[in-house]
């Protein structure tokens, strides 16, 4: 479902803080007298709510459990839960064993192993720890050994490992005090010359790499990070924080557009978008709605400007590479991956565009081989399963079978090609028994149309090409979970922050998150990534290509110095 349409696809009501002391005491004031321009208003939110929430309920059988995933979010959607929840077997779905495997495994009931990744980290996880190097106090290779004194005593290749963590504040501060002498005859003042690698700013590229990273990577709003900073006797102010990170963007412009020119390049790009908060365009917005003095939810009616604030993300894949671009305003993903297509080579064929089946995500006038996600059609039956377990857990199942095929094209390194025919051969025909079996549910009957399964039967099939063009086409993926999860460094800013307060500073944090999470794709430290592109940013703007996540340490191992820490 949209974040911007109920399951009806009508407008949510707009989100707005109302108590029950309030509505209390506008019904007291409406008995003695005509209610107040502000009154009205705070009545017909809470009406508008009541409607859609009574719209909810009707709408497909809507369960508390939707609602306590539209107010607290969703919970884990996987197979065995949902059936399980839907039809009290506690997991196992109608005699199946409770795995995630298709074939023989352990005894139904018996623990499921750890996913890889979790427990306790090992030293060797710990690549950016600081390696120092402790001799043995009295040994040293060829002495005899002081056991036996028989044999002698040589390294072993793997030393032992001791592990020591400690703390520092984020943002350091050094303070160098140069000495000044001066003539007691001419009064010729002499200072000490500054030590090298200290630059004449007060603020290093560190200082924005970090504060960059905290704000725009973990969603640490610029007056927490100033509270901490103070904390440490370092301050901070929001400002100044906003002035640096200002001053980096400008810098490494040149390596955001060089990262859009490579993204519309690719064989495959997701999109989707987010709900943002600029405050400079909701002004804009209301001061437009009082001059033409009308009022309405609907950011869409033909004829009328989009109200809509967002932040699409889009994730293109090339040359072994993944690239993260965000775009926060009045477009939607769609319009956004326009522009990023705008800039693909001619000679290039179409791009596979994998999206949700909402018209807003499609690309416009540029031609795309467009996929959609099946999770978004899967989400739908997750939505009823309460409703009609039977029938959902068999679609389900079905699907789960898919997702197990295309974890083992990966587990098994395949080709785009290599993935296609085996798909071809293992999943074809469970997606063609679904879609007879969806489609035999409308013929013979058994499902009425406008139920949350019929509706949620009628997407799939209405998409159904879209959603299968993993079987026609190399390198097709099965979803957009990517480009989902690539939007929760939105979100995640959203939550902590609330709010950009102009569309400059959007597009400062478009920037930056789009730097960190491409690094953080191909594994790259985010950190450095930043500091090279801010102390080179000479070259980067006569280069970009050459500034990539992926390749920026190569011209700084062609003696150009590395992006260590102040002298």
Known sequence: MSCRQSRRGGPQPRRREVRLDDLKAIIERAKTGPLTSEDLATLSAAVDTLAFL???????????????????????????????????????????????????GAPAGDPKPKAPGHGRNGAGAYVGATVVKVTHESLTRGD?????????????????????ITAMAPLQAFRYELDRLRCNACQEVFTAETPEGVGPDKYDETAAAMIGLLRYGTGLPFNRIGRLEKGFGIPLPPTTQWEVVERAAKLMAPAFEELCRQAAQGKLLHNDDTTMKVLELMAKSRREADEADDETDNDEEPGKERTGIFTSGIVGETDGHQIALFFTGRQHAGENLADVLARRAAELPP??????????????????????????????FVDVANDFPAECEHVLEELKKVYENDAITRKQKMSDDERLRFHQEHSRKTMDDLKEWMERQFSERRVEENSGLGEAIAYMVKHWSELTLFLREPGAPLDNNICERALKKAICHRKNSLFYKTQNGAHVGDMFMSFIHTAELNDVNPFDYLVALQRHHEEVAANPAEWMPWNYKEPLERGKAGPGPPA
């Open 54 to 104: 009574t719209q909810e309920l009707e709408a497909k059988g809507t369960t508390l459990d939707r609602l306590r995933r539209m107010l607290f979010g969703a919970r884990t959607e996987k197979t065995r839960n949902v059936v399980g929840s839907a039809n009290g077997t506690g997991g196992a779905a109608a005699g199946r064993p409770d795995d995630t495997t298709s074939g023989a």
């Open 144 to 164: 005899m050994c002081p056991e036996c004194q028989k044999g002698k005593v040589y390294p072993l290749e793997e030393p032992a490992m001791l592990l020591r």
């Open 351 to 380: 791009p596979i565009q994998m999206c949700d089946g909402l018209a807003a995500s499609t690309a416009g006038d540029f031609k795309t081989i467009v996929a959609n996600c099946i999770a978004h059609g899967r989400r739908q």
